[in-house]
């Protein structure tokens, strides 16, 4: 039930920026009185962060926010008693990594003051007139960057002499900084400084400040120096009479970790100094700590003079006029330079700096310079198990969440019950679209994370409509697995050997050893939480297979289980009798919500209490309790200029409460009525976004937008700014993780259904956009000849990998639509009748080359043979291809036999041998597999060429596979129907490596076209073995295919306990990959003999314990024949058997896997 009583907050505390990029200016405060004074400068203080900024882990900073004059600033502060370079350099890297869209930054604090000169040559002794309460001001002088670190130096001898040599400078602040140093100390010479009037007006709105942070007194006193080794002047008095305005000092501020207590010790610093020509104004500890990772301004209000006289009394009167002038300098600053300057997270990138001393690194890779070797290693092995970046998904979404909002899923007696069980426990969390359930996992992780243990690790997985081909089921067992080896040790441990043997192997890793790895890790773990956000949104076929992945780790640790989901009775079923908590938007949240976004309404209504008010409770009325709706309408009325359009809006909310469709139709209208130049651009933005194949990358998007019928090239010029490009699309498109996508899963159902509406033409412009790219004058030149060319191709192309995989996609839509338009015909066709342009419309199609390591290009066949023999040249691989392969591959059938109607041949082979009938075969095309199979000409059993040096010096790749065996291979089960249906098909035809099309099968789990090749009668499943002695069984139990096992077991085969060249029979590879289910169903069958040795001598029994797959083990009941020498080897299997695995695994290699 939704409660009729509404919260209100005070519109005073909303007026901040909803974005944390607004924030330009960092303003780092060292000490709590340094803290106070720089908030006392805000013209408008903010009490929440900006809705999208999310705290990095492990950033120390405290963060204050606020405005002075036109500058959004955020007061850093450091942690609680620490001060000095060290803390500060950690300052910089908290603010790189939480805020890194700073720009610019100000050191204010206090310092201490040197009032003497040392002059090297003529050894004589100055005067300055510092007195306490004057501010100095870092300023670069010579080769001086405004700040000098007092130890960066080294001693040498020349000519007999010792001489100091300074090992390093500094770096100057900005030039938006000195432009405005320089307008500042000419406006105090024709003006003089309005620090006294800026203390005063912060007295004023602070009045608790007045009495400990007023000017000390203005009575004269005597400051006693001590006689030191550089100028003995013992008793001299030096005059220090109070100034009521503080003067402003610029020059050289020398900064150090050492506190300055002793005139001794800071006048022998200020002699070393002088030997370089150094002369500084000031002493202070934390410049230098910052200004190579982050250069900034360093302002310094003088407390004392660093000798035995140091006191406190100045230090507060001191920091407010250091703030004072720092709130006067930002108001000669121009937000313009501001904006062209650097941002700090670049800037910390590209430092030679790491966070407490400089050090040579490799800048080829800029994640070496903060990274130890280990740790890079560490790195290496976690990408290669999973990519993805899920921590960035997950900050993401927190982000959104709204302060305040949710607490009331955190105090249900249901979710405490769930969080508390001492036992595994599952939580499911139903809700209907647009509800919260996202925010509230995100919400559910970060509140775990915060109150639990190191020992009681919190890992998640976003399910994601857009990403569905790529959140397979090995990607989301590999995620989960790569969040316990970054917290673990030990785990990480078993992921490296994982990567080794993989490595080694020249393959990666199957769902079932990941599975093993991550039961294996939940064991290292006394409890663990798990949450899984939209399962809804997981492919149907993917839903049971991860349920099962998660069952199956309940019972290795206390696994506590929370899963978000939409009403879906599938889902549902999955978790049957576990308890539910149902997610819906409560009306307090709603009020939260809606009063933040209250405040970007225009001024003029903003002032209308009563109006706003009205807004408040209008859209929580017809966002009937959903999140969505709200960002939706309000979306609307933030776009109304004057009060009476905002009440039209309102009214038009009454009619259709609770309406998606009514509210995404408003939003296109909003669309529609922008100028037509904007209007055509949103909805070319939508049509992409909505009809995308993959999620598009912003810079992909960009490419595409700038691409026009005609060009010929991209240029930098043609390119839309973010804010455009999300601001046409009334709010539709969101960007995250700098992928595109729409706001939520209901807006792609809405124009799935209405695109026709909408969007009438943008499907034929994406097909002609990706085909006019693909026809750019560089792409001409045909595919890059070495792998470095291509990488560099790609980087500054940023579309031709999308427009490469997907034109073919698009223009087969289009197809099945009837809307092919005869010009977009003539265009395709003008471009695949170039053979130029589709051998590098091959290469840029061709995964194997996308973002593999050095030491994974084996892994995926790309450099196989020919690295080895020292030849990079990889064009060889594409040419040749022509424009019947590229249709043939999309199953785009008009278009094919049109280009072999012009004359391209039908059985035409490619660089690597293969044909149109392969190419379609290979990618499940099952019409134009049939009418390819009727055109005369076509050799159905044409195989690629098995690999062999070529006469030019390039090396060809393939192994000899037909039509059927691809189309085995990838379980297209019409194809295969299609081909053993043509009497000409060979349906044994081996490969090079002796692999049939019933093998293939086997080893992928298709039982389905297993059971189609053996009714065939004329598979010869007893004689089927490749050159390596494996038969399909064992590939099926490897893979621990148990419905292809029972299908192969159900003909009575007479192999059953055969042989490879290893001695291994199928149930060997069954207990060493740990397949438990593979090995009862072949237990239990007549003949199975659990005693035959393989390797080594080695029984299935022992090959379970070796690689210790414990749910796999074949118990001695079931060979009770093991002799002595047998439970002698399991007694001993970890202290012997261990030191032979890394040989064992060498010497069972398979090259035909």
């Not at 350099?89 to 720009?103: I, K």
């Not at 939580?427 to 020992?455: E, M």
Request: net charge negative; hydrophobic share 35%; proline share 3%.
């Amino acid at each position: 039930m939704r409660s009729s009583h509404l919260c209100f907050v005070d519109m005073s505390q909303l007026c901040g920026p909803e974005r944390a990029e607004a924030y330009t200016v960092a303003w780092i405060a060292a000490l709590p009185h340094e803290r106070a004074a720089g908030e006392a400068m805000f013209d408008e203080e903010y009490e929440d962060p900006p809705a999208d900024f999310r705290k990095s882990r492990g950033d120390p900073n405290a963060y204050s926010w606020g405005k002075i004059g036109k500058h959004y600033v955020v007061v850093a502060a450091l942690p609680s008693g620490e001060y000095g370079l060290t803390s500060t350099a950690t300052v910089a890297q908290g603010l790189h990594s939480s805020l890194p869209h700073v720009r610019i930054g100000l050191l204010v604090g206090i310092g201490a003051g040197v009032r003497e000169v040392v002059d090297e040559e003529d050894k004589t002794v100055g005067q300055r007139d510092i007195r306490l309460g004057d501010v100095v001001v870092s300023h670069p002088e010579g080769t001086i960057g405004g700040v000098v670190q007092c130890d960066l130096v080294k001693a040498k001898t020349v000519g007999g002499s010792e001489v100091l040599e300074r090992t390093g400078s500094l770096n100057s602040p900005p030039l938006a900084l000195r432009t405005a140093l320089t307008k500042l100390q000419a406006t105090h010479i024709r003006r003089g400084t309005t620090i006294p009037t800026i203390i005063a007006e912060a007295f004023e709105r602070y009045p608790n400040m007045r009495s400990d942070f007023c000017h000390p007194g203005l009575g004269g006193t005597e400051v006693d120096r001590r006689t030191d080794t550089y100028h003995s002047r013992a008793g001299t008095t030096i005059s220090n009479e109070a100034r009521i305005s503080p003067k402003i000092h610029y020059g050289t501020v020398a900064s150090s970790n050492t506190l300055k207590k002793s005139a001794r010790h800071r006048d022998a610093v200020l002699a070393r100094l002088a030997k370089e020509n150094i002369k500084p104004m000031c002493f202070e500890m934390e410049a230098a700590g910052l200004m190579n990772n982050f250069p900034c301004l360093v302002i310094r209000g003088t407390c004392d003079y660093g000798d035995e006289h140091k006191n406190d009394d100045w230090q507060n009167y001191a920091a407010i006029t250091a703030a004072g002038l720092a709130k006067e300098f930002l108001q000669c600053v121009d937000v313009e330079e501001v904006e062209e300057t650097q941002e700090i997270g670049k800037l910390i990138l590209q430092s030679l700096g790491t966070l407490h001393q400089e050090v040579e690194q490799n800048r080829e890779e800029v994640s070496h310079l903060t990274m130890s070797a280990d740790a890079h290693r560490r790195r290496h092995v976690l990408d290669w198990l999973c990519p993805y970046d899920y921590l960035t998904q997950f900050e993401n979404h927190s982000a959104r969440h709204l302060r305040g909002t949710g607490q009331w899923f955190l105090e249900d007696s249901t979710f405490l019950s769930w969080v508390q069980a001492d036992q595994s426990s599952t939580l499911i969390c139903p809700g209907g679209p647009g509800c919260g359930k996202t925010t509230i996992s995100a919400l559910v992780i970060d509140h775990l994370r915060n109150a639990s243990s190191s020992q009681k690790p919190v890992i998640y997985f976003f399910f994601d409509y857009q990403r569905r081909k790529e959140q397979t089921a090995h990607a989301f067992v590999a995620t989960l697995l790569r969040q316990l080896a970054s917290l673990s040790q030990e785990v990480f441990s078993a992921v490296e050997k994982l990567h080794n043997r993989s490595i080694s192997h020249s393959r990666r890793p199957s769902v079932q050893d990941l599975q093993s790895e991550l039961q294996s890790a939940f064991q290292t773990v006394t409890e663990c939480f798990v949450v899984i956000d939209a399962w809804d949104e997981c492919e149907p076929l993917k839903r049971v297979e991860c349920a099962n992945m998660l069952r199956g780790c309940l019972s290795q640790c206390v696994v506590h289980l929370l899963a978000t989901t939409r009403d879906d009775h599938e889902v549902h079923a999955l978790f049957d009798g576990d308890p539910t908590l149902r997610i819906q938007a409560h009306v307090e949240d709603l009020t939260l919500y809606t009063a933040k976004r209250a405040a970007e309404l225009a001024p003029n209504i903003r002032c209308d209490v009563g109006l706003v008010e009205n807004v408040i409770k209008g859209v929580i009325d017809a966002s009937d309790g959903v999140f969505l709706l709200a960002r939706l309408h309000m979306n609307s009325i933030n776009d109304q200029l004057t009060a009476n359009e905002v009440k039209d809006t309102l009214n038009g909310l009454r009619k259709d409460t609770g309406s998606y469709s009514s509210a995404y139709e408003a939003t296109m209208e909003r669309i529609n009525q922008q100028q037509k130049r904007r209007s055509d651009l949103g909805k070319r933005i939508l049509a992409w976004v909505v009809h995308a194949k993959l999620p598009l990358r912003f810079e992909e998007l960009n490419h595409a937008l700038a691409t026009r019928p005609g060009k010929r090239s991209i240029e930098s010029g043609d390119m839309y700014a973010k804010e455009v490009i999300l601001s046409v699309c009334a709010g539709l498109v969101t960007l995250n993780m700098d992928t595109l996508r729409l706001i939520h899963y209901t807006a792609q159902e809405f124009f799935s259904d209405t695109w026709i509406q909408w969007l009438p033409n943008e499907t034929a412009a994406i097909v002609d956009t990706c085909i006019t790219y693909l026809s750019f004058d560089v792409f001409k030149e045909g595919p890059c000849r070495d792998r470095d060319s291509h990488k560099s191709r790609l980087n500054q192309y940023k579309l031709l990998n999308y427009a490469a995989k997907n034109w073919g996609h698009h223009l087969s839509d289009q197809e099945s639509l009837a809307e092919t338009e005869r010009t977009t015909t003539d265009t395709v066709l003008s471009f695949l009748e170039d053979t130029s342009l589709t051998c590098g419309c091959s290469q840029a199609m061709d995964k194997r080359y996308e973002g593999i390591q050095e030491d994974q290009e084996d892994m995926y066949g790309v450099y196989t043979g020919n690295k080895a023999m020292g030849i990079r040249d990889i064009s060889g691989f594409h040419e040749g291809m022509y424009g019947v392969h590229l249709t043939a591959s999309f199953g785009l059938e008009h278009l094919t036999m049109l280009l072999i109607e012009k004359q391209q041949d039908a059985d035409i082979q490619d660089s690597y041998g293969r044909t149109p009938l392969w190419w379609a075969a290979t990618n499940g095309n099952a019409g134009l597999v049939k009418t390819l199979l009727d055109t005369r000409g076509v050799d159905p059993n044409n195989r690629e060429p098995i690999g062999r040096p070529m006469t030019d010096g390039r090396f060809r790749l393939g192994i000899g596979q037909t039509p059927l065996s691809k189309a085995a291979e990838n379980g297209h089960k019409a194809v295969v129907k299609m081909l053993i249906a043509n009497h000409e098909v060979d349906v044994n035809a081996a490969d090079a490596c002796g692999r049939t099309p019933l093998s293939y099968a086997a080893k992928k789990g298709h039982a389905a076209i297993v059971q189609i090749l053996l009714d065939t009668k004329v598979v010869r499943i007893d004689e089927d073995k490749n050159r390596f002695g494996r038969t399909p069984l064992m590939y099926a139990a490897e893979g621990g295919h148990e419905e292809v096992v029972k299908v192969l077991l159900a003909t009575g085969m007479d192999n059953i306990n055969s042989r490879d060249l290893l001695g291994r029979t199928p149930l060997m590879f069954a207990a060493k990959d740990g397949h438990e289910a593979v090995v009862k169903t072949l237990l239990a069958t007549k003949n199975i003999d659990a005693r035959m040795k393989g390797y080594r001598g080695r029984t299935a029994y022992d090959l379970a314990l070796l690689y210790q797959k414990r749910g796999s083990l074949i118990s001695r009941r079931s060979t009770p024949e093991l002799d002595n020498e047998q439970r002698k080897r399991k007694q001993h299997s970890s202290e012997g058997e261990n030191k032979q695995t890394s040989k064992k695994q060498k010497l069972s290699t398979d090259d035909g896997t």
